[in-house]
C-alpha cells in the first residue's frame, strides 16, 4: 500500500480541519466561563488581618539564683537584675514548644496551659524550690486567666512595659 500524503492535504480537508479546531477553542472557552467561580462583589470583600507583635528586646545574660548558705532553708537570694516579684519575663528557649504553666510549683502539679516563646508574664510570687528547679508565679499582664507556675530555666528578665 502506497499511501500518498500529498493527496489528503487539498485545500477543503485543511478548511474542515480550521473548522473543528476553532469550534473546539469556542466550546473550551464557553465550558471556562461556566465553571469559573463569580467574580466577587466589590462590597461583599473581606480581609483578614493578623496583628504579630514586635519582639521585645531580651538581656544576653541569663539571671541564676545564688543559694545564701548562712540560712538553714536555702532560700534564693536574687541581685539586682535578676527575677523577683513585681518584674517581668519572657518565655525563651522552648524550641516553639511552649512552657507548661502549672497549678504549683513542682513537676507534679497540674499543667494549666502553654506559654509560648516571647510571650510576656508578671511575676506574683517565688522563687519557690521543688524537683530541682527555681519556680515563679507567673501572671499575664492582658489576661488574669492565664497564670501559673513555671520553671526559671525558661524565662528571661525583660524591662518594663
Same mark, same amino acid.
Given at each position: 500500500?502506497?499511501?500518498?500524503?500529498? !493527496?489528503?492535504?487539498?485545500?477543503?480537508?485543511?478548511?474542515?480541519? $480550521?473548522?473543528?479546531?476553532?469550534?473546539?477553542? %469556542?466550546?473550551?472557552?464557553?465550558? %471556562?466561563?461556566?465553571? +469559573?467561580?463569580?467574580? *466577587?462583589?466589590?462590597?461583599?470583600?473581606?480581609?483578614? $488581618?493578623?496583628? %504579630? *507583635?514586635? *519582639?521585645?528586646?531580651?538581656?544576653?545574660? $541569663?539571671?541564676?539564683?545564688?543559694?545564701?548558705?548562712? $540560712?538553714? &532553708?536555702?532560700?534564693?537570694?536574687?541581685?539586682?537584675? #535578676?527575677? +523577683?516579684?513585681?518584674?517581668?519575663? !519572657?518565655?525563651?528557649?522552648?524550641?516553639? #514548644?511552649?512552657?507548661?504553666?502549672?497549678?504549683?510549683?513542682?513537676?507534679?502539679?497540674? !499543667?494549666?496551659?502553654?506559654?509560648?516563646?516571647? #510571650?510576656?508574664?508578671?511575676?506574683?510570687?517565688?522563687?519557690?524550690?521543688?524537683?530541682?528547679? &527555681?519556680?515563679?508565679?507567673?501572671?499575664?499582664?492582658?489576661?488574669?486567666?492565664? +497564670?501559673?507556675?513555671? +520553671?526559671?530555666?525558661?524565662?528571661?528578665? %525583660?524591662?518594663?512595659?
Amino acid at each position: 500500500m502506497n499511501f500518498n500524503f500529498r !493527496q489528503l492535504l487539498t485545500p477543503r480537508t485543511m478548511a474542515g480541519a $480550521l473548522g473543528v479546531t476553532v469550534l473546539l477553542l %469556542i466550546l473550551l472557552f464557553l465550558w %471556562i466561563g461556566w465553571t +469559573a467561580p463569580p467574580a *466577587p462583589v466589590p462590597g461583599n470583600l473581606v480581609a483578614v $488581618l493578623t496583628v %504579630i *507583635p514586635p *519582639p521585645t528586646s531580651t538581656p544576653l545574660s $541569663l539571671p541564676t539564683a545564688t543559694l545564701d548558705p548562712n $540560712l538553714p &532553708t536555702a532560700t534564693p537570694v536574687f541581685m539586682p537584675g #535578676e527575677i +523577683a516579684v513585681g518584674s517581668y519575663v !519572657q518565655i525563651k528557649g522552648t524550641d516553639g #514548644e511552649g512552657l507548661r504553666l502549672r497549678s504549683g510549683p513542682g513537676l507534679g502539679s497540674d !499543667q494549666l496551659f502553654l506559654g509560648m516563646d516571647s #510571650e510576656v508574664f508578671l511575676v506574683k510570687d517565688g522563687p519557690s524550690l521543688a524537683d530541682g528547679y &527555681t519556680w515563679f508565679y507567673l501572671v499575664a499582664p492582658y489576661d488574669a486567666n492565664r +497564670a501559673g507556675w513555671a +520553671a526559671s530555666n525558661f524565662l528571661n528578665l %525583660i524591662p518594663p512595659p
